[in-house]
């Protein structure tokens, strides 16, 4: 048995908390660090650490547990309240970086840098740019102190639409290529999660309930064990035998803890197992698998304004649903930055498209350096659409979730303060 990969776990705890803490001396999140942290020392630069099978699996485990936290956290009236505009910022956030990534496609082949392509590989390319990566997204926000508001909620639930949505057009995308499965039928399983879901929410609910009464309100280590029981469960149930992802089986155990009276104990007790051991390996790991091959002029330059189009797709079509749904224009550009990320999702449905033929081996790096340069962007693009003095004030407070009010009252004291200054320019005497 080699033990060599607890020197990997030691390098990586280690690597993570000093450049998170170096980035945050730069006023960026910890969350960029920990993603540079994997890149220098995976095969992209130093070669130090590679992807195994163990620091695989923690890293799957590591997004399930920050997904379940984010559900336990989650104000349910938020999300509740966020259904309709989650699901337009989801639907605009699909179709117009699908959109505009097959666009992107198609001129790239007119120049000459994808000479071979076909209208099948460009709308595949596009597919590629509706996944959403909502972990990275929620780690950002709380340590903003975000995640719990309007906007937060909104990016949540459309994070879990998109989801939906991206495997539909997966879905159809393979059907026109001639290796899918049948729509009706992801329709249909998708549907019967979600009656799943409701079902083992209500037991689950009753259980913990009845629990708390047995123990007369005690706070007992129990609670997180079963707790995530039911996430593990979850998250297994959703991936094999419905093919939803994982994490959103995981968000929603973390959302029936939340309705539970014990839900602010067990968020406590996963805390310390998130920020231990499991998150900086998860966000570590998206570092480690980059591998990137020479790149030529053309393929650099391609990977770069790929790049470029998936971060504005998904600001622009996001951003443009939640107009749609009346939120102001900062608003829109906090959700448009929030579902800018893109992840392990994106890199499954390039793989698929490889397998299936339709996906040319030399997409591959171009699709690698976009998920990074994704993940290494929207915690920098997040930070900068949430600055104000008002934000990092109460951040440091621990207060984050009182931002807007705060935002709105020094808004209103800009307003009479001007007001006044008005009244006094009128009350002068002409000379």
């Known amino acids: 048995m080699s033990y060599h990969y607890l020197l990997d776990l030691a390098l990586i705890l280690m690597s993570t908390k000093l450049l998170g803490m170096l980035t945050r001396r730069f006023q960026m999140p910890q969350v960029v660090g920990a993603l540079l942290a994997g890149l220098i020392l995976g095969p992209a630069v130093l070669d130090v650490l590679t992807e195994t099978e163990f620091l695989s699996q923690l890293s799957e485990l590591g997004v399930i547990v920050i997904l379940f936290t984010a559900g336990m956290t989650t104000d349910l009236k938020e999300l509740k309240n966020a259904g309709k505009s989650g699901f337009c910022v989801a639907l605009c956030g699909v179709l117009v970086p699908l959109a505009m990534g097959t666009a992107f496609g198609w001129l790239a082949g007119k120049a000459g840098w994808l000479p071979d392509n076909t209208l099948l590989e460009d709308v595949f390319l596009g597919t590629i740019l509706t996944a959403t990566s909502v972990s990275i997204t929620v780690e950002t ?88 029981v039911l996430c593990l469960l979850m998250a297994y149930c959703a991936e094999e035998f419905f093919g939803v992802a994982d994490i959103i089986g995981a968000f929603v155990a973390g959302l029936v803890i939340a309705s539970t009276p014990k839900a602010k104990y067990i968020e406590a007790k996963f805390t310390t197992l998130s920020y231990l051991l499991l998150t900086p390996i998860f966000f570590a790991g998206i570092g480690i698998k980059v591998e990137l091959p020479e790149l030529s002029g053309g393929l650099a330059a391609f990977s770069l304004l790929l790049l470029a189009v998936a971060v504005l797709s998904k600001i622009i079509g996001c951003g443009l649903g939640a107009r749609m749904c009346g939120f102001h224009r900062e608003e829109c550009l906090q959700v448009g930055a929030g579902m800018a990320c893109r992840g392990e999702v994106a890199l499954i449905v390039a793989n698929r498209g490889l397998s299936m033929g339709v996906l040319s081996q030399s997409l591959m790096t171009p699709v690698i350096i976009t998920v990074v340069g994704c993940a290494i962007l929207t915690p920098i693009l997040l930070k900068l659409v949430f600055r104000g003095k008002a934000a990092s004030a109460l951040k440091e407070n621990g207060l984050g979730d009182r931002y807007r009010e705060v935002e709105q009252l020094e808004y209103a004291s800009e307003q009479l303060l001007q007001q006044n200054r008005d009244m006094l320019k009128k009350s002068k005497p002409d000379t």
């Open 141 to 228: 926000l709380k340590e903003l102190g975000r995640l719990d508001t309007k906007v937060g909620a909104t990016i949540l639930a459309a994070a879990l639409i998109d989801d939906v949505l991206g495997l539909i057009a997966l879905t159809v995308v393979s059907s026109l290529a001639g290796q899918g499965a049948s729509l009706g039928l992801v329709l249909i399983k998708i549907a019967l999660f979600f009656v799943f879901a409701v079902v083992a929410a209500l037991l689950a609910r009753r259980f913990f309930q009845w629990m708390i009464d047995q123990a007369d309100g005690k706070n007992l280590r129990r609670y997180p064990v079963l707790a995530f």
